[in-house]
Nanobody, 117 residues
Framework: EVQLVESGGGLVQPGGSLRLSCAASGFTFSKHVMNWLRQAPGKRLEWVSRINCNGCSGDGVQYADSVKGRFTISRDDVENTLYLQMNSLKPEDTAVYYC???????GGQGTQVTVSS
C-alpha cells in the first residue's frame, strides 16, 4: 500500500522559505516519478513540480510556471523521501501541499503552507 506523509509546512512571511518533505513507503520509491501538487482554498488541485526517477526516460525535473525559479524539487532514494525547497514565497503560494506518485492522486493529508505578513 502506497503511503505518503507530507511535512514541513507552516506560516511564513512573504519572501521567506520553507522546505517540505514527503516520506514514502509501501512501494519502490526509487522507480517512480513523483509529483508535488497544491490546493488553495476554493481552488482546484494544481500541479507544482515533477521529478523523474533514476533510469527513467524523460526530463529530470519540471515546474509550473508559477513556481519556476523559486521552488526546487529533489529526492533521496536511500531515505525514500521527496523534497520541495520553496524560496521567495508569495501569498499566492498559500495552499495545502501534497506529494503523489505520478499517475495517482494524492494519498496523504498534505501539509499547510501559509504565506502572510
Amino acid at each position: 500500500e502506497v503511503q505518503l506523509v507530507e511535512s514541513g509546512g507552516g506560516l511564513v512571511q512573504p519572501g521567506g522559505s520553507l522546505r517540505l518533505s514527503c516520506a514514502a513507503s509501501g512501494f519502490t520509491f526509487s522507480k517512480h516519478v513523483m509529483n508535488w501538487l497544491r490546493q488553495a482554498p476554493g481552488k482546484r488541485l494544481e500541479w507544482v513540480s515533477r521529478i523523474n526517477c533514476n533510469g527513467c526516460s524523460g526530463d529530470g525535473v519540471q515546474y509550473a510556471d508559477s513556481v519556476k525559479g523559486r521552488f526546487t524539487i529533489s529526492r533521496d532514494d536511500v531515505e525514500n523521501t521527496l523534497y520541495l525547497q520553496m524560496n521567495s514565497l508569495k501569498p499566492e503560494d498559500t495552499a495545502v501541499y501534497y506529494c503523489a506518485v505520478y499517475g495517482l492522486p494524492p494519498g496523504g493529508q498534505g501539509t499547510q503552507v501559509t504565506v502572510s505578513s
